[in-house]
């Protein structure tokens, strides 16, 4: 259950820099090098390599090295968890709103009827 | 597009505190005040008030402050553009696996036939 927590909470602040995603969305297409990555973003090699580290805590990004070249794709972590919460949030919030109408409507009822 | 990211920076790092995550579960459920989260989720008023300003901040909560009680509510963010991101990233995710799937066959029936 904690371990559950830890690799969400990872996840999200993973998912918290346009870089981290980006990265993530280029590896959909490809794997990459550190390099090529850095490159990509416009970024130095040790700012990328920071980023990379961080999803790679995260289970979203594996890297393998070979000779100089550390390659980088997508981990195995698919985002089920952090998919499922977002979409128990998201429902709950629909059905929040759909109350707050509801005493609307209620409202504009009786002010009508009290006409 | 820069309001856009900065937003989803915003969530996904509210998102990132299982705390932080608790309290949006619970205002789903019905609003509350800043004590009522502190005490169910044994925290000092304090530690809830920060809590409760980055979710503010991240526009996934409004409060509103009626005499000395500060009552929270879920905010206008519903989160789509979260989800959204993540379902096209899990859909990337499953393509790349099955990519790999194809591979593993071809190995296997190539490895087969040459048996």
Redesign the interface.
Known sequence: MVQY?QS???S??A????TR?GV??Q???TEASITELADKFHMSLTGMKKHVGVLEQAGLVTTRKVGRVRTC??GNR???E??A??????R??????DDLDKVVDELKRKEKSSE
């Open positions: 927590s969400v909470d990872a999200f602040a998912l918290s820099d346009p995603r993530l969305q590896l959909g297409h794709r997508l698919g985002l089920e952090e998919a919460w977002l979409e128990q949030h998201r709950l919030w629909a059905a929040r709103f």
